[in-house]
């Protein structure tokens, strides 16, 4: 009986373990998705008007508008189950938001629409990684249902880079 108790103490131990693992992870995805989508805005917003070209401006003023939708679903969904959402953006994306600011005319549009192949390159990764791994119902769903959008986002960022050479 001892042995058996210990047996089940120690599977319960094991669980809460993976369990917290998976609300760090969760967690993490939270913080991570939430910091991308405010510098998608603030990019977007210094794309909407320091951008030379109309399909720049129109392309911030889109990012701007989708991410600050998916950042109160992301929002809503999190504080569901009381996980925390980052206020800002992290210091890697703010120095990201001032080394574009110091750009101009073409060399801005370029720089922008690169930094916006890459970064929903890795967003999509982050989604991804969440919609198959989650173990928040909310969360799981709501990077399931942002990642077309994303896929959208990375194909209209494609193209606007090619419309620029």
């Known amino acids: 009986m001892k042995g058996l108790c210990f047996g089940i103490a120690t599977a319960l131990a094991l669980m ?14 939270v913080t991570q998705a ?3 989508g405010m510098a998608e805005v603030e990019l977007g917003n210094v794309a909407s008007a320091q951008g030379s070209s109309d399909m720049v401006k129109q392309f911030g003023k889109r990012m701007a508008t989708d991410h600050g939708k998916a950042g109160a679903a992301l929002a809503n969904a999190a504080a569901a189950d009381g996980l925390t959402v980052a206020t800002s953006p992290s ?4 120095a990201m938001e001032i080394r574009m600011k ?5 060399r801005f549009d ?5 930094a916006m ?10 989604f991804e ?7 928040n119902a909310k ?7 942002t990642l077309p959008t994303l896929n959208d986002h990375l194909k209209m960022a494609e193209d606007l880079k090619s419309g620029l050479k």
């Open 16 to 29: 809460s373990t993976a369990q917290a693992k998976h609300a760090t992870d969760d967690q993490a995805f």
């Open 34 to 36: 939430a910091q991308g």
């Open 91 to 94: 210091a890697k994306q703010n």
């Open 102 to 106: 110091a750009k101009q005319g073409a």
């Open 110 to 114: 370029k720089a922008y629409a690169n």
């Open 117 to 126: 192949i890459k970064d929903h390159r890795d967003t999509i990764a982050l």
């Open 129 to 135: 990684r969440e919609a198959k791994a989650g173990s």
């Open 139 to 145: 969360v799981k769903a709501f990077a399931q249902e």
